[in-house]
């Protein structure tokens, strides 16, 4: 008899969520990337005229000073800049980080789904 549906039902969350961060972060870091350094390059991305670090914060789900310490290597590496007025911008370069690095992690993703037998298309619909 199951007791505690919900907490299982977490467990199982934090579960897979942990184990695909870690094959998908795995197949990431051939190309220097952790998921959040994908993630954060493609927010950044997603706004060509740039992202104030409180609007990068807030759609990270971080505090500023993290954003500033988590967007320094990237910027290091030239995949951010900052502009004059202190937007983060991607550059030509971060642009084609994106796209290698989406592809990888697709297929990380696609095999970790498959190995455990889970429809991507049913998890769509949580959000």
Do not use: C, Y
């Amino acid at each position: 008899m199951n007791s505690a549906p919900n907490l299982d039902a977490a467990l199982t969350v934090a579960w897979a969520k942990s184990a695909l961060d870690t094959a998908v972060g795995a197949a990431l870091a051939r190309v220097g990337l952790s998921l959040d350094d994908l993630r954060r390059l493609r927010i950044v991305g997603a706004h060509p005229q740039g992202l104030t670090r409180e609007d990068l914060a807030e759609a990270m789900g971080e505090a500023r000073s993290q954003t500033i310490r988590s967007s320094g290597p990237l910027v290091k590496l030239g995949w951010l800049s900052r502009a004059e007025s202190g937007e983060f911008v991607l550059t030509d370069s971060g642009h084609h980080l994106i796209d290698q690095a989406e592809g990888i992690a697709e297929k990380a993703a696609a095999r970790w789904f498959t190995a455990n037998g889970i429809d991507p298309a049913t998890l769509t619909r949580i959000r």
